[in-house]
């Protein structure tokens, strides 16, 4: 029982997706129908943060995005933020920090603060933690993800390189 | 001690300043991970592919009386649906007994036992195909309480009794004028990953099935799979696939044989991926344990006997049972010179989930109780908690209570000085987001109170008590390029980052190419768990490379007719000491050169019927001072600061290091204040990331590195111990002794609850 | 799938198909989605119609879209008006969440664990519902019957909720045992009514719907010292805080004891009065 075709704008794209199921998530939809599976599948209700994209421009989770009522939107996934080949600010910040381990977070965690430095290019401590809490990361303890941050806060105050 | 070099935080740049040993190197694929592109488990994708699903049992003890599966192979669109009776080979797998059904059969032992298994073409129709199943159940009471498993019927034809140790260690008369006990109880943690179980196994053409898993042994994962599809190993292949965490979560097996069964069935390559609900039964937990303590002691201080009565709950089927009540038993005293002791160390069979590995195996709940106890102790004493324990902290040559002595490296006096004397930078905090209670606003600063603590100890690397412990390794030096072939399973610790170091270090190329891990290519790497994969593996590569650099050498002297000894390798080029021989790597190496060698530690040994032997190769310590605000109000707790010191041998890049301490820290910090699988009549009643909480970056205070003690170990490759483990075993026991430190509580359970403080209770 | 973009549009969907999902920020319903439990058939979403993404000021009230969100109820010139509201909104979930999870879905999902139930509880908030039929008017404790149940009929949906804007201090706090991203364990919203000579007392997570301390509430608008301005007595405050006690049902769960939840629920209405009036 599939619905009617419907057109998704991803990273400035858009896809039509065709067959599809009716209750099928923007997450699902990103990694099984269109390819894109740098959005993560950790906890698919909205307590992890794994699946983190940018919809009109605000940081959401994904899996509780209804891939069929974001018709019009405009999405951004961690896969569009860097032109191909390139990282952003906040994604150099992440290998340079030593902010990866497992990786699972890293993409969701990279859009989080990908959204706070837009508005905030001085976050300070718990600014930081408030705008990540919704992400949840096993492996760092967090400390070398704020360390990214405060990496990529610095780069786009324009007093450091990346 | 000379040789001693302590690492402050300085030590550790965020940028790399060369590709050898010691340097923070960034790990090679982190770019990959940053941007999307790096292939997890659940990323598998294949033109042809179906999806796999699971059927689970509702209940934690239960008769089948039948399945049918009438109505759901008609479903359009299914493409399998198979039983225990389909499983081609053995029905039951197990790490260390073959134990555990792959499907059940005649009886389901815990809640969530797999029962049927799916494959059709959409998740929506596999959901709609499980519900269609219809299994009828003979609900038998369930066996919950470990402490009556012993004397109740067997739940298993093997016996409740999983592994029985009774330690005796020196003379047992001997009594100390100071005693004090208490009575411990940690509850079940859960590894939680992030990434959930996922994998794709694809027939192949003649009868054999490859499998791309996420998992941390390949080919021990590789020797189960294949006695359960009845297949000779060698016609099962298994790949890493990109793994989202593990922990000691992955190193039995899930989905592995119920993906091979339906790809071989159906023909089509099938893909599997846990939800986290089905995550939370999928996979074995930390043991829950009640743990009885008796500390003997001199007037002043020292250690004279230690008893304990530890039994830990090892759910429904054994796992890696045996091996963690062996480490729990032997390292029960902690890190202090015990002349005596009486240790029995149990752990039983109940329909709870099955427990097994989880990141410090058996230390973690141990060391809750004996450092408890140890501050007990000091307060009967009236003496200075850190004084108490640096007079009775292990040090080379000392014996542990299972009477082997520590031959390597023990710098358990080093950790605790510099732990305490780290200066704090923790401040009093005015936000109430940083406050105890944080977001909800609960908190007012007049009735948080603060509490500080320290807390040591220790734990052995690598596998013990025998185990034919090892790791293989393949270089291959072909056109000043390196290849490193190893099947470790990269699992998020930086394996992958320490072979381009190792190589580097060894061989001088700026070129290091890791093939994927894969029980094709090589034999096998051992687990990654136990913190032994930059000794074991980290050691096969070494030993793979300096082999090829012999040859290497050699074949220069051969070619050029100088002195082997004449020769050395620098820069990526072969020169003679006298300088008129300057061979480059890429031409001497146009004919490759190939080496493969298998790695491994000194020899251990049983325990004997006391206990008693050399059963571990090598040993690491930690300490962890915690600064905990509470709320004593409503119980709540923000841990506002960390300060740790660890024994890690030699740094081998500082960055990743640094990251496995504030990484375990932080799975310490959620066992002492909020992570718990909550059972209910053996069911979990918090499966699901709402409400089994982990730290968020709100809850996890900054890490302090007071000091990374660099001893180098004897027989580790560059002198460095393994340093995952240590980090999750102290902190849990520091930021609960914190938190008694502030409310004067006894608090003897981990986690503790708001209501244990407000109530005052916990007791166990 | 109907995305509508105007109320209108959103009745005439829900009105051709009555039994549709009502699909707002999606933060409640995906989670049921995704698990399986909530078979989808017809989903109507309301998320982008511009009539319910709005606010406005009506005299001593306010009128919010049902479809604003919590990120929304963080704007500074609403905070304003309604700063227990916002408090309850920073409460919720994640960034992620609140960027997408709305008022009117927290009201509609008739959890007793929704961070802002105790909020509207207190204000004695209005519920505008519409279908394409017309529109109703309920008050909050009529309209969520239950744990997880609510008087919304087939084809209606939450247009609006009217909230007075009161002239004294609020206070939302709640009880979780992290400090961010989780379910209460319990929940309180204290207001203050300086003209009106109340203080009302919204309780969450302690009983089946929305509660409101009635006694308590009435105990101290009696003892307040409304024209000077002197904090109340200890006893007046434990006798308030065992009023608010007395008014809870709780229940034992994973999250938390009844036992843990009446104590919590105690210390918050000290704390929560304390913070709005003073302490002696």
Redesign the interface.
């Known amino acids: 029982m599939s619905i009617d075709p419907y057109a998704l704008t991803v990273n400035g794209r858009e896809h039509e997706i065709s067959e599809g199921w009716p209750g099928e998530s923007l997450l699902w939809v990103l990694r099984e129908r269109l390819g894109l599976p740098g959005s993560k599948n950790a906890c698919e209700e909205g307590e992890c943060g794994s699946c983190s994209v940018r919809l009109d421009g605000e940081i959401v989770c994904s899996c509780l995005v209804l891939a069929a009522s974001a018709v019009g939107q405009e999405i951004t996934t961690v896969e569009g933020i860097a032109p191909d080949g390139t990282l952003s600010d906040v994604q150099q910040a992440f290998v340079d920090a030593g902010a990866v381990q497992c990786g699972f977070c890293t993409p969701g965690l990279v859009m989080a603060i990908d959204v706070l430095l837009d508005s905030d290019t001085d976050p300070d401590d718990l600014t930081v933690r408030e705008a990540i809490s919704g992400n949840l990361c096993r492996c760092t303890g967090y400390g070398r993800v704020i360390e990214a941050v405060n990496l990529a806060a610095a780069f786009r105050r324009g007093e450091t390189d990346l | 001690m000379s040789g001693t070099r302590t690492t402050d935080r300085t030590g550790v740049a965020p940028r790399t300043g060369g590709p050898g040993i010691g340097e923070s190197v960034p790990r090679p694929d982190g770019v990959p991970k940053v941007t999307g592109s790096f292939a997890f488990s659940s990323d598998l994708w294949h033109d042809r592919m179906l999806w796999g699903g699971t059927l689970r049992s509702p209940h934690p003890s239960a008769r089948i009386v039948s399945v049918d599966i009438g109505a759901a192979v008609t479903i359009t669109g299914v493409h399998a649906v198979l039983l225990h009776d389909d499983v081609p080979g053995s029905k039951a797998y197990g790490l260390e007994h073959s134990d555990q059904q792959v499907l059940a059969g005649e009886v389901v032992r815990h809640e969530g036992e797999p029962v049927a298994i799916v494959a059709a073409d959409h998740p929506e129709t596999v959901r709609r195909a499980l519900d269609a199943i219809v299994v009828e159940y003979e609900v038998v009471d369930p066996l919950t309480d470990p402490a009556a498993a012993e004397t109740a019927p067997p739940i298993h034809p093997d016996g409740n009794l999983i592994r029985r140790i009774h330690l005796r260690h020196g003379d047992q008369q001997v009594v100390g004028e100071v005693q004090v006990e208490g009575t411990y109880e940690v509850g079940m943690q859960d590894q939680a990953f992030l990434g959930p179980e996922s994998g794709m196994a694809i027939p192949v053409e003649g009868g054999g099935v490859d499998l791309y898993i996420a998992t941390q042994w390949l080919h021990a994962d590789r020797d189960q799979v294949a006695a359960c599809l009845g297949l000779r190993p060698e016609r099962v292949r298994l790949t890493l696939a990109g793994v989202g965490g593990a922990f000691g979560a992955r190193e039995d097996l899930s989905m592995h044989v119920h993906l091979c069964m339906l790809a071989m069935h159906t023909g089509r390559p099938v893909k599997m991926v846990y939800s986290r609900e089905e995550s939370f039964h999928g996979h074995v937990h930390r043991h829950p344990a009640r743990m009885w303590y008796r500390h003997h002691a001199d007037r002043d201080g020292t250690l004279v006997r230690v008893e304990a009565s530890l039994l830990l709950d090892g759910g429904a089927y054994a796992s890696s049972s045996s091996a963690v009540i062996a480490n729990a038993t032997c390292f029960a005293a902690g890190p202090y010179r015990v002349p005596s002791a009486d240790i029995e160390g149990v752990v039983v069979r109940t329909n709870n989930p099955p427990c097994g590995a989880m990141r410090g195996f058996g230390a973690v709940q141990t060391c809750f109780a004996h450092e408890a106890q140890m501050d007990l102790l000091a307060g009967a004493l009236g003496m200075d908690p850190v004084e108490l324990r640096l007079r009775n902290v292990l040090a080379t040559g000392d014996r542990l209570v299972t009477g082997q002595a520590i031959t390597g490296t023990a710098p358990g006096a080093e950790v605790i000085r510099t732990c305490v004397d780290h200066p704090s930078a923790a401040s009093i905090a005015e936000d109430p987001m940083a406050l105890p209670g944080g977001a909800g606003r609960t908190a007012d600063p007049a009735h948080v109170v603060r509490g500080e603590a320290l807390a040591v100890g220790f734990k052995n690397l690598m596998f013990s008590e025998g185990f034919d412990d090892y790791s293989s390794a393949a270089c291959r030096l072909a056109d000043g390029v390196a290849t490193i072939t190893c099947a470790c399973a990269e699992v998020g610790q930086g394996f992958v980052t320490l072979v381009q170091q190792i190589a580097h270090e060894v061989l001088g190329v700026q070129e290091v190419v890791l093939e994927p891990a894969s029980t094709e290519t090589i034999g096998s790497a051992g687990s990654t768990s136990a913190s032994r994969q930059t000794w074991m593996s980290g050691g096969a590569v070494q030993k793979a490379c300096e082999e090829v650099r012999v040859r290497l050498l050699a074949r220069v002297a051969d070619e050029h007719g100088v002195e082997l000894d004449g020769l050395v390798l620098v820069d990526g080029l072969v020169a003679s000491l006298t300088g008129d021989l300057r061979v480059d790597l890429v031409s001497a190496t146009s004919d490759p050169i190939h080496a493969e060698v298998e790695f491994r530690h000194a020899p251990t040994f049983p325990l004997d019927e006391d206990g008693q032997g050399d059963a571990h190769v090598s040993f690491a310590f930690s300490a962890h001072r915690a600064i905990v605000d509470v709320d004593v109000g409503l119980g709540l707790v923000k841990v506002v600061e960390l300060t740790t010191s660890q024994d890690v041998g030699r740094v081998l890049n500082p960055v990743q290091v640094v990251g496995q301490l504030e990484g375990g820290a932080a799975q310490g910090v959620g066992l002492a204040v909020m992570e718990e699988v909550q059972l209910s009549d053996g069911r979990i009643r918090n499966a699901s990331f709402t409400d089994y909480l982990v730290p968020t970056a709100l809850d996890m205070p900054p890490v302090e590195i007071a000091a990374l003690i660099e001893q180098p170990e004897p027989g580790a490759p560059f002198g460095a111990k393994g340093v995952g483990e240590p980090p999750s075993i102290t902190s849990t026991a520091a930021v609960a002794a914190a938190i008694r430190a502030a409310t004067g509580l006894a608090l003897p359970r981990v986690p503790v609850r708001p209501s244990d403080i407000v109530f005052g209770g916990g007791a166990a | 799938?109907t995305?509508a973009t105007s109320l209108e549009d959103a009745c005439c969907a829900l009105a051709s198909h009555p039994d549709a999902l009502v699909?707002a920020?999606?933060?409640d319903?995906?989670?049921a989605?995704?698990?399986?439990d909530?078979?989808?058939?017809h989903?109507v979403?309301i998320?982008r119609v511009p009539e319910l993404r709005g606010w406005r000021r009506e005299g001593d009230h306010v009128r919010l879209g049902a479809a604003l969100t919590y990120?929304d109820l963080l704007q500074p010139d609403l905070a304003v008006l309604q700063p227990a509201l916002a408090?309850a909104a920073?409460?919720v979930?994640?960034?992620?969440?609140r960027?997408?999870g709305t008022l009117g879905g927290n009201v509609a999902t008739g959890s007793p664990a929704g961070d802002t139930i105790p909020v509207l509880a207190a204000l004695d908030a209005v519920l505008e519902l519409r279908s394409a039929s017309g529109t109703r008017e309920m008050r909050l404790d009529e309209f969520v019957t239950g744990v997880k149940r609510t008087a919304l009929e087939g084809g209606e949906l939450i247009e609006a909720i009217r909230v007075p804007v009161l002239d004294g201090p609020q206070?939302?706090?709640?009880?979780?045992?992290?400090?961010?991203?989780?379910?209460?364990?319990v929940?309180l919203a204290l207001v203050v009514d300086r003209s009106g000579r109340t203080v009302r007392v919204g309780l969450g997570s302690v009983a089946a719907s929305p509660l409101r301390a009635t006694e308590a509430e009435a105990y101290i608008g009696g003892h307040l010292d409304w024209d000077g301005g002197r904090p109340p007595s200890a006893e007046v405050v434990d006798r308030f805080t065992e009023l608010v006690v007395g008014a809870t049902s709780p229940i034992d769960?994973?999250?938390?004891?009844a036992?843990?939840r009446r104590?919590?629920v105690g210390?918050?209405a000290g704390?929560a009065l304390?913070?709005a009036v003073g302490a002696a």
Not at chain 3, 93 to 97: A, N, R, T, Y
């Open positions: 799938m995305i699909l920020g999606g933060t319903l995906m989670v989605v995704n698990r399986g909530l078979p989808v058939h989903v979403a998320g990120t408090q920073r409460s979930g994640s960034p992620q969440i960027n997408t206070e939302f706090c709640k009880v979780g045992t992290r400090n961010a991203m989780v379910i209460s364990v929940s769960d994973h999250r938390g004891s036992r843990y104590h919590a210390v918050l704390r304390a913070r």
